[in-house]
């Protein structure tokens, strides 16, 4: 398995464009998270996912953020209207659901800059 | 509210001696225990982990302790290599749960 795919790597916008994360999860994981990397929070989680359903999207920062997980291959993390405070690095991490105690596999990340 | 905080920000190593990384948490609910470790542009990389029924785990030059009493744990890196110099990140889950992640510490191993 190539690992946990996220698209794009970089990903410059304008402030008020909507933009979109992509996220290709280990085939056969449940669970799939959505952080976000800040300095001042580390490794911040916005939402995730068992079975495709959203459990806990609690940590998404406010209305502009929405996720969805149409299938067990792939998931979006969209802002729309972005603002430069988004800037960040965005992972998607995915783990096993037969063991509850599994460590979490990471993508390698989107970094995001909004101008 | 940071439920599991790591409280320095960066620590420097001479190359050979042990580095220390420090973790906290303050919900007792907590089982499982993790430690990644993330280089520049990379993903973080699962390291070592060890369950709440133990407090130690060894693997290698690696070695995480488990304080349960002072909700305390942390990493033992020895001998401490060029290579180890990296973001590290603690984390902790329950029964399953989402993990909550540390703000990491950012360690330099110095040759």
């Known amino acids: 398995d190539a690992g946990v795919i996220q698209s794009p790597r970089h990903e410059v916008t304008e402030m008020g464009q909507e933009v979109t994360l992509r996220c290709k999860p280990i085939s056969g994981h449940d669970y799939l998270f959505w952080y976000r990397q800040t300095m001042m929070r580390g490794l911040e989680l916005l939402i995730y996912f068992n079975n495709n359903v959203p459990i806990d999207d609690s940590g998404m920062p406010e209305d502009r953020f929405s996720a969805k997980m149409p299938n067990a291959s792939f998931s979006t993390l969209k802002i729309q209207p972005s603002e430069p405070r988004d800037s960040a690095v965005y992972f998607c991490?995915?783990?096993?659901?037969?063991?509850?105690?599994?460590?979490?596999?990471f993508g390698q990340g989107t970094r995001l800059t909004v101008v | 509210d940071q439920q599991v905080k790591q409280n320095s920000p960066s620590l420097s190593v001479q190359e050979g001696r042990i580095s220390i990384l420090n973790c906290d948490y303050t919900n007792s609910m907590f089982d499982y225990f993790l430690w990644y470790k993330k280089y520049p542009a990379e993903g973080p990389t699962f390291l070592i982990s060890?369950?709440?029924?133990?407090d130690k785990n060894e693997d290698g030059r690696f070695t995480v302790f488990l304080n349960k009493s002072a909700k305390h744990l942390s990493l033992h890196i020895v001998p401490s290599q060029p290579g180890d110099s990296a973001v590290y990140f603690c984390a902790a889950l329950y029964t399953g749960n989402q993990f909550y992640f540390g703000t990491g510490t950012s360690l330099t191993v110095i040759p």
């Open positions: 060890i369950s709440s029924i133990k």
């Open positions: 991490a995915s783990r096993p659901g037969t063991d509850m105690n599994t460590e979490a596999f």
